[in-house]
Nanobody, 127 residues
Framework: QVQLVESGGGLVQAGGSLRLSCAAS????????MGWFRQAPGKDREFVAA????????DYADSVKGRFTISRDNAKNTVYLQMNSLEPEDTAVYYC????????????????????WGQGTQVTVSS
């Protein structure tokens, strides 16, 4: 099991930027792909971005392509989500999650693929 703690959320105006961090402890972080998801009130949890264990491959939801960037620092056991040009529609609780299987070269958009989740961090974008 890996423990995940997100940080970096907050209130920002439309067009602004935030960088979310997700610090990991427990099972070897560097072995596992990581994902970011978000959930707005009354909506299902949705995929935002994912990165392979070695950081070589990334994937994004169409709604955030070109605005968000996922990255990781395995030496610091941390994955990041840089969010630029934020829109009110980006308002949600953001969660990071760790893949169930180590050293996978594939990326997954389904929440069910991920074994461990953080508690979430609130992002609010005002218009």
């Amino acid at each position: 099991q890996v423990q995940l703690v997100e940080s970096g959320g907050g209130l920002v105006q439309a067009g602004g930027s935030l960088r979310l961090s997700c610090a990991a402890s427990g099972r070897t972080f560097a072995m596992y792909g990581m994902g970011w998801f978000r959930q707005a009130p009354g909506k299902d949890r949705e995929f935002v971005a994912a990165i392979t264990w070695n950081g070589r491959t990334t994937d994004y939801a169409d709604s955030v392509k070109g605005r968000f960037t996922i990255s990781r620092d395995n030496a610091k056991n941390t994955v990041y989500l840089q969010m630029n040009s934020l829109e009110p529609e980006d308002t949600a609780v953001y969660y990071c999650a760790a893949d169930r299987v180590g050293f996978s070269t594939a990326l997954y958009t389904s929440p069910g693929r991920y074994a461990d989740w953080g508690q979430g961090t609130q992002v609010t974008v005002s218009s």
